[in-house]
């Protein structure tokens, strides 16, 4: 009987050392994959990685235009980066004409360039270095920020799917009402609908009611820079490490966690809440400290992001951000 229970025992130990090892070379290949391919990398000079380099930077111009009181002459920095990506763009042998995402950072620039002009501001940097790029405009485009009425905006919540899908967007902008928990309750409800792996629902949100709360995490969250002092609660979503059980499995807490937010934002959407989604992918230290500050988020849970929320106000404004062509996403054979 002994002998066999050490058999037994020592077969247990081999399964766990085989499992530890296959969990540390999957991460390992993670490793070697996204260091080979992430943008970062001066060998990585693809279209797609030029292209998502020129769309986040993008991004951080039409965001600044969407803020209720952005800083006074922003973004002449970010602006002529963004030339300079562009440039990058061009020199790789790619072309302008083909590419949305440059086409929209052109349009974006424009916009932005109009932005400060009506304000009294000229970046000349930014209007010589852009005068060359000014052939490829797409006039019949709306590029930067958009005004919305709340009234009309409702009217397409309420009306069919694609009209109420549409009608979300990433806002920055807050009205000073007080988040009615009711509300917050009603939206979780339908996010639950969100599919997970095997019906595991791993993901969880936590609504922090204290201000002081809500205050410090915004000082550690990343992406709210200007509009900070108008988010009126954070959403921390979460996903249970203890779900999953294999290598394979390693990133599912990710999936499901992003899968179960764009159905939170949507059902926040319905019922009159603006949102705006902060990636966290931050290092150990920072997501202890978050945890510090909510207290009441254990060990095996992963912070998976953040969502910033408030109701609309009557009138507000969001960036364009351009989608891509569907022949570019959506890939038939």
Request: hydrophobic content about 35%; glycine content about 4%.
């Amino acid at each position: 009987i002994k002998a066999m229970n050490i058999i037994d025992f020592l077969k247990e130990q081999k399964k766990w050392t085989v499992s530890k090892y296959k969990l540390w070379k999957a991460y390992h290949s993670d490793y070697e994959e996204y260091n080979h391919w992430q943008y970062h990398n001066p060998n990585v000079k693809t279209q797609n990685a030029l292209e998502a380099k020129i769309l986040r930077q993008t991004h951080v111009i039409e965001k600044g235009m969407s803020l209720s009181h952005p800083r006074e002459k922003f973004g002449v920095q970010k602006a002529l980066e963004l030339l300079d990506f562009i440039d990058e763009f061009v020199e790789c042998g790619y072309d302008i004409k083909d590419s949305v995402p440059v086409l929209n950072a052109l349009g974006v620039i424009k916009a932005y360039l109009a932005y400060h002009e009506e304000r009294g501001f000229k970046p000349e940097d930014v209007l010589v270095r852009f005068e060359k790029y000014s052939e490829y405009l797409l006039t019949e485009e709306k590029y930067g920020i958009v005004e919305v009425n709340k009234a009309d905006m409702e009217k397409k919540v309420h009306s069919s799917f694609p009209e109420f899908f549409m009608s979300r967007h990433s806002v920055r902008q807050f009205s000073e009402r007080t988040i009615d928990i009711e509300d917050i309750k009603k939206a979780v409800k339908l996010a639950m609908k969100a599919p997970s792996a095997c019906n595991r629902q791993s993901c969880k949100a936590y609504f922090y009611q204290d201000k002081d709360v809500n205050k410090e995490l915004g000082k550690l969250i990343a992406g709210n820079t200007g509009f900070d002092g108008e988010v009126q609660n954070y959403i921390v979503v979460t996903s249970d490490m203890s779900a999953f059980y294999d290598p394979f499995e390693r990133n599912q807490v990710y999936v499901d966690g992003g899968i179960f937010t764009m159905a939170l934002v949507e059902a926040l959407h319905y019922y009159g809440i603006a949102s705006c989604i902060l990636q966290n992918g931050e290092y150990k230290e920072k997501n202890l400290k978050f945890k510090e500050i909510c207290k009441n988020i254990p060990e095996n849970e992963k912070i998976i992001l953040f969502i910033a929320i408030g109701y609309y106000k009557d009138n507000f404004t969001y960036a364009v951000s351009h989608r891509k062509n569907l022949e570019d996403v959506l890939i038939i054979r």
